[in-house]
């Protein structure tokens, strides 16, 4: 997922948890609560880093398989199976 979407997902528990408050379910304060949501910023931001990062190397992968069965360093088949265990 994108930064923005975090984004969004964020603002969305934000209004959810002001929504609530102001029912009285939750008690939420933005004065003594406001570091929850810099927690929760700080580990959608982690997320998407991970997440960034598998599809990076998932792809270098994939690019010297093609690579090695361009080469001739492996046959199709073994392309195929090396691809599929990704």
Excluded: H, Q
């Excluded at 580990?43 to 001739?72: A, C, M, P």
């Amino acid at each position: 997922m994108n930064f923005r979407i975090w984004g969004a997902v964020t603002l969305i528990i934000l209004g959810i948890l002001f929504w609530l408050g102001k029912f009285g379910i939750i008690d939420f304060y933005w004065d003594r609560d406001w570091p929850v949501i810099l927690i929760a910023l700080g580990v959608f931001s982690l997320v998407n880093y991970f997440t960034r990062r598998k599809k990076k190397d998932s792809r270098r992968k994939k690019n010297e398989i093609l690579k090695k069965l361009e080469k001739g360093e492996i046959d199709a088949e073994e392309a195929i199976e090396r691809l599929k265990k990704l």
